[in-house]
């Protein structure tokens, strides 16, 4: 039975840890669309050298914080990734919503329920929050 509790907590640990990197994946791709609106432009036909030196720079810094955020969107999608499958492994059944508790006062609830969708995909999980 204790085995039984601590692959209950052990899920709902990771249902928490996929809402966690849902939504910084949701963030990090907001945050790319506002760099990418941002990017530093001139209506200039004609710079100066001191002002193409000053866009050189703007251009370089931009582009190194975009690489930042792609880079780390990266990170958070394989995370992600690793986490629905160790999620799938945990879950005794598809397509049943499955209420697990953590361990760890203050003591959070969810409802997971593993969606397939095809053959060659990992398919999806919902999970909601119960307390």
């Given at each position: 039975?204790?085995e039984?509790?601590?692959?209950?907590?052990?899920?709902?640990?990771?249902?928490?840890?996929?809402?966690?990197?849902?939504?910084?994946l949701?963030?990090?791709?907001?945050?790319?669309?506002?760099?990418q609106?941002?990017?530093?432009?001139?209506?200039?036909s004609?710079?100066?050298?001191?002002?193409?030196?000053?866009?050189?720079?703007?251009?370089?810094?931009?582009?190194?914080?975009?690489?930042?955020?792609?880079?780390?969107?990266?990170?958070?999608?394989?995370?992600?990734?690793?986490?629905?499958l160790?999620?799938?492994?945990?879950?005794?059944?598809?397509?049943?919503?499955?209420?697990?508790?953590?361990?760890?006062?203050?003591?959070?609830?969810?409802?997971?329920?593993?969606?397939?969708?095809?053959?060659?995909?990992?398919?999806?999980?919902?999970?909601?929050?119960?307390?």
């Open positions: 039975m204790d039984i509790l601590h692959k209950e907590h052990l899920l709902a640990e990771k249902a928490q840890s996929i809402l966690e990197h849902q939504r910084e949701e963030r990090l791709k907001q945050h790319r669309e506002a760099l609106q941002k990017k530093p432009q001139t209506d200039k004609q710079l100066s050298y001191k002002e193409s030196l000053k866009l050189g720079e703007q251009l370089n810094q931009y582009e190194e914080e975009l690489q930042r955020v792609e880079i780390h969107l990266q990170k958070v999608r394989r995370e992600l990734s690793a986490l629905k160790q999620a799938k492994k945990l879950l005794p059944v598809s397509e049943v919503n499955v209420r697990v508790s953590t361990a760890n006062p203050p003591q959070q609830t969810y409802c997971i329920k593993h969606v397939k969708t095809d053959a060659e995909s990992q398919g999806h999980f919902e999970i909601k929050q119960v307390s």
